[in-house]
Nanobody, 124 residues
């Protein structure tokens, strides 16, 4: 079992930045892939990014729409994954979710565990 608690959402102007946090508990941190997804208003949930550990190598994945603007990082001492979002655009407005332990590919929404979601609103 993995429990995920997100924080850090809010209202920001276009061009601004926000950092989302996802604190994990339960299974050993780093033993499972973690992903970030978002659900824009009236749209389907979509992949944002993911981090996967394999031995000593860490892999990062990003959707094309956020590549170069969003960055995933971790604080292993706090069992926390971050999503740093820079140069935000109104189209980034969505409920953002962190997720853990995908049953298929990292960009598929088939993750076993989900956070409660946090609202990010970008005003123009």
């Amino acid at each position: 079992q993995v429990q995920l608690v997100e924080s850090g959402g809010g209202l920001v102007q276009a061009g601004g930045s926000l950092r989302l946090s996802c604190a994990a508990s339960g299974r050993t941190f780093g033993s499972y892939t973690m992903g970030w997804f978002r659900r824009p208003p009236g749209k389907e949930r979509e992949f944002v990014g993911a981090i996967r550990w394999s031995g000593r190598t860490t892999y990062y994945y990003y959707a094309d729409s956020v590549k170069g603007r969003f960055t995933i990082s971790t604080d292993n001492a706090k069992n926390t994954v971050y999503l740093q979002m820079n140069t935000l655009k109104p189209e980034d407005t969505a409920v953002y979710y962190c997720a853990a332990d995908p049953s298929r590919g990292v960009s598929s929404p088939d993750y076993d565990y989900w956070g409660q979601g946090t609202q990010v609103t970008v005003s123009s």
